[in-house]
T-cell receptor, first 114, second 112 residues
């Protein structure tokens, strides 16, 4: 299995632009998580999907952030409009059904908003 | 909710020595404690975990211990090697279990 696949790996954009981050979870996993990692705040959970349904989006910082999961093999995290303080590494993770809470992380997208 | 504290924030050890990272948690209902290793430019990867009904678990050079009474758990790396240099995170589930609260991370540097 290729693991969790995220794209792009790096994104540089200007303030005010729309940014879309993409994630392909591990096949057969039914839970998907989006995290943001910064030096100041560490790993923060933004949103959690179970069976493609958003269960908890309490970590989404503002209305500028939105996430979708149209099917079991694809999710997007969108920031519109982007701001310099959104600069961070964004991780997607997926978890198989049942069992222990073992989350498998992708390699992340490093976002820089200028 | 669960609050996980991790110490130290940085750790430098000589190759071949041991490294110990400690974490405390607040929710006594937590029953599963994973440790993740994050190498530069990569996402966190699970390296070992422990359930609350076990006091210690070993996997080659790494081990994790759990003290439920004191609500703390530790990661032990023995005979450290340069490839052990990374950021290590402890975690504990929040009340609904699907969420994980992560510690702030420990940057481990193994000096050759």
């Amino acid at each position: 299995d290729a693991g969790v696949i995220q794209s792009p790996r790096h994104e540089v954009t200007e303030m005010g632009q729309e940014v879309t981050l993409r994630c392909k979870p591990i096949s057969g996993h039914n839970s998907l998580f989006w995290y943001r990692q910064t030096m100041m705040r560490g790993l923060e959970l933004l949103i959690y999907f179970n069976n493609n349904v958003p269960i908890d989006d309490s970590g989404m910082p503002e209305d500028r952030f939105s996430a979708k999961m149209p099917n079991a093999s694809f999710s997007t995290l969108k920031i519109q409009p982007s701001e310099p303080r959104d600069s961070a590494v964004y991780f997607c993770a997926s978890k198989p059904r049942g069992g222990k809470n073992i989350q498998y992380f992708g390699a992340g997208t490093r976002l820089s908003v200028l | 909710g669960e609050n996980v504290e991790q110490h130290p924030s940085t750790l430098s050890v000589q190759e071949g020595d041991s490294a110990v990272i400690k974490c405390t948690y607040s929710d006594s209902a937590s029953n599963y404690f994973p440790w993740y290793k994050q190498e530069l430019g990569k996402g966190p990867q699970l390296i070992i975990d422990i359930r609350s009904n076990v006091g210690e678990k070993k996997d080659q050079r790494i081990a994790v211990t759990l003290n439920k009474t004191a609500k703390h758990f530790s990661l032990h790396i023995t005979e450290t090697q340069p490839e052990d240099s990374a950021v290590y995170f402890c975690a504990a589930p929040r009340s609904n279990d699907y969420k994980l609260s992560f510690g702030a991370g420990t940057t481990v540097t193994v000096r050759a």
